[in-house]
Nanobody, 119 residues
Framework: QVHLVESGGGLVQAGGSLRLSCAAS????????MGWYRQAPGKQRDLVAT???????NYEDSVKGRFTISRDNAKNTVYLEMNSLKPEDTAVYYC?????????????WGQGTQVTVSS
């Protein structure tokens, strides 16, 4: 079994900051891409940011310059530093990882952590 456990969500005022963490654990051989997605009420789940094992990053346009994704490969952990938060950033944030078990890679998701930004 493989698990992704997120932490760091909460309530913050507009302009504030939060840091999300997501640690992968269990029987895994390697982790390829990791990332964060978010889903606001009544909307689909959308990409926020991704990072490869080598550290190449990709961001959704609305978070560029405000959010920073990083990872610690030794700890199988991905982070999302969120600054200058806006009310429209309010959503459930989900951690994602592509993990190799045995000979194949599989997609895994965390349980989600709520981020609420008040105006």
């Amino acid at each position: 079994q493989v698990h992704l456990v997120e932490s760091g969500g909460g309530l913050v005022q507009a302009g504030g900051s939060l840091r999300l963490s997501c640690a992968a654990s269990g029987r895994l051989f390697a982790i390829a891409d990791m990332g964060w997605y978010r889903q606001a009420p009544g909307k689909q789940r959308d990409l926020v940011a991704t990072i490869t094992k080598e550290g190449t990053t990709n961001y959704e346009d609305s978070v560029k310059g405000r959010f920073t994704i990083s990872r610690d490969n030794a700890k199988n952990t991905v982070y999302l530093e969120m600054n200058s938060l806006k009310p429209e950033d309010t959503a459930v944030y989900y951690c994602y990882a592509k993990i190799r078990r045995s000979i194949a890679y599989y997609d895994y998701w965390g349980q989600g952590t709520q981020v609420t930004v008040s105006s």
